[in-house]
């Protein structure tokens, strides 16, 4: 069964520091692995999406790498803002067959940055 | 930013009552989804479209239809809404199997 699994659960930093998410996945065969921001009450937003061939990538302050043989993932997030508090949702997508496309989502982790 | 809107935003409604949850985007994407999300958990998918007339069942069982007739439009219906369909329902939207884009959400509450 393709699982996706996300630590911590949730995490509170302070303002300005760096913090890393975890993201561990079963899903096979695999074609790409995203990151999302979800704000309290509203949609999901893309931050980043690696393929199979990519091990970093960045979006401002957010870095997300992937290692396709461990199936892990990050997301570190730097110099944190109060903005950054949000759910961190890791989405793999399957590839091949009729799993083409289909996508796993993790539970989430809560980041909620402090003053 | 997407172009994917959602109303209504939030709806407390009674047991037994119809109710339609709208969805429109104005990307021109083919691919529509519905997933339903509780508090804390992770999205599941209850409704997929390929295109216009195209509607399949996502890997969470749920009562709900819905309906592609639009490109832009893919409603979600209930015909008499329970308790337990009270949740965030989030609709999406993407080219082809790229990055898929969400809408606001709607809150559903059912006393």
């Known amino acids: 069964k393709n699982q996706v699994e996300q630590s911590p659960q949730s995490l509170i930093i302070l303002e300005g520091k760096n913090c890393t998410l975890q993201?561990?996945?079963?899903?096979?065969?695999?074609?790409?692995l995203r990151w999302y921001k979800q704000d309290t009450g509203r949609g999901p937003v893309s931050l980043t999406i690696m393929t199979f061939s990519e091990n970093t990538k960045s979006n401002g302050r957010y870095t997300a790498t992937l290692d396709a043989d461990t199936k892990q993932s990050s997301l570190h997030i730097t110099a944190s803002q109060l903005s950054d508090s949000a759910s961190y949702i890791c989405v793999v997508s399957a590839a091949g067959g009729t799993s083409y496309g289909k996508l796993t989502f993790g539970q989430g982790t809560i980041l909620t940055v402090h003053p | 930013e997407a172009d994917i809107y959602q109303t209504p935003r939030y709806l407390v409604i009674g047991t037994g009552k119809k109710i339609t949850l709208e969805c429109s985007q104005t990307m021109g994407h083919d691919k529509m989804y519905w997933y339903q999300q509780d508090p804390g958990m992770e999205l599941h998918l209850i409704h997929y479209?390929?295109?216009?007339?195209?509607?399949e069942k996502g890997d969470l069982s749920s009562e709900s239809t819905v309906s592609r007739i639009r490109t832009e439009h893919f409603p979600l219906t209930l015909e008499s809404a329970r308790p337990s369909h009270t949740s965030q329902y989030l609709c999406a939207s993407s080219e082809s199997v790229g990055t898929q884009y969400f809408g606001p959400g709607t809150r559903l509450t059912v006393l």
């Open positions: 993201c561990n996945y079963t899903v096979s065969p695999f074609s790409n």
């Open positions: 479209s390929y295109g216009v007339n195209s509607t």
